[in-house]
């Protein structure tokens, strides 16, 4: 998997350069700070001399806390006396744009094999996926011949805690809203999600292209792995960013329990195949036929039709010609 995505310009990253305090990757964030906002970089560090990338990474931390790992990719933060700082940067709707497109190629992929996010015990995820230094993704991978996803799913429900009832530490990689976005159980033919690690309470969702109406996925005929799409269609660079630019979203509901008490229940929603596949469709072939074209959103009960027809429209207000 890794030699895969490096073949399509992923960064692969080394667990010793990252920090598990605050869960960050510095290289990366340094790199694009110098690529995209030289001068924000370089007032940190006339004002903070050797310490810039600890108050960087200081303030980006308290921000992560304070509003999620969405809201601060999208939105960016700010440090006093320096200003507002951009973390990544959307796909230009105009192509015409220069400024933006060089600001998007900036983006840097990184996947660390084996990352270790505990400081002191040796406990490692198979891989974790970032975006310009800030983990959006982990993945535990199993072989078929020897275990299945459900043992990857069990794997994250006993032992990827956010809290970690041992050492009393919070861990901020696997805490929801706070670390990483979307959790990847995947083996040789099968791949499920969670975006809420919640030990025995955590829900994993199919993330498969179904087989001929069926769960799963088809076995493919290049003698690929049935779960290659996921490298080479999801993490495909333009895909993998547009999907947390545009896809990953909070939803706020009011919920009621049995005893009568109302609360507000948030759950973060991370497209599932089916529903990133209609979208993509509907919009190529909206790009391709102009307006006026009529589609059905064929998905089954309970299976996130509204999402799917929200982020359609989304799209297609943004969609345009090369020529503006």
């Given at each position: ?16 350069n ?10 990366d ?25 600890e ?6 931390d308290?921000?992560?806390?304070q ?13 006093a ?48 996926l ?28 006993a ?36 975006t ?25 005929k ?39 008490n109302?609360s ?43 999402s ?5 429209a ?11």
């Open positions: 998997v890794v030699s895969k995505l490096k073949a399509q310009g992923w960064q692969v990253g080394d667990t010793l990252y920090d598990t305090e605050r869960a960050l990757y510095p290289d964030l340094i790199a694009w700070l110098e690529a995209t906002q030289p001068e924000k970089w370089a007032k940190l560090q006339k004002d903070n001399g050797e310490r810039a990338l108050v960087l990474m200081d303030r980006l308290k921000a992560l806390e509003h999620g790992t969405m809201h601060v990719i999208r939105n960016g933060f700010s440090i006396g320096c200003g507002h700082i951009d973390l990544t940067e959307a796909a230009p709707e105009d192509k015409r744009n220069d400024t933006v497109l060089k600001r998007y190629a900036a983006n840097i992929l990184r996947v660390v094999p084996q990352l270790e996010y505990h400081p002191t015990r040796k406990l490692a995820i198979d891989l974790v970032f975006i310009n230094g800030i983990p959006v993704a982990t993945v535990e991978l199993k072989t078929d011949f020897t275990q299945s996803a459900e043992a990857a799913m069990e794997q994250y429900k032992d990827r805690l956010p809290y970690d009832p041992k050492t009393k530490r919070r861990e901020p990689l696997l805490t929801f809203k706070r670390g990483a976005v979307v959790h990847f159980a995947m083996s040789d033919s099968d791949i499920q999600m969670a809420k690690l919640d030990g025995e309470n955590t829900v994993f969702l199919p993330f498969n292209q179904g087989n001929d109406g069926h769960a799963g996925n088809p076995v493919r290049d003698k690929e792995y049935p779960v290659a799409y996921f490298w080479e269609a999801i993490c495909q660079r333009d895909a993998w960013l547009r999907i947390f630019h545009s896809f990953v979203y909070v939803e706020k509901k009011d919920v009621v329990d049995l005893k009568g109302w507000k229940r948030e759950t973060l929603i991370f497209p599932r195949y089916h529903q990133w596949a209609a979208v993509n469709g509907m919009i190529s072939d909206a790009r391709a036929n102009g307006p006026g074209m009529q589609y059905l959103a064929d998905h089954s009960a309970g299976s996130g039709k509204t799917t027809i929200s982020w359609t989304h799209d297609l207000v943004k969609l345009r010609r090369d020529n503006g």
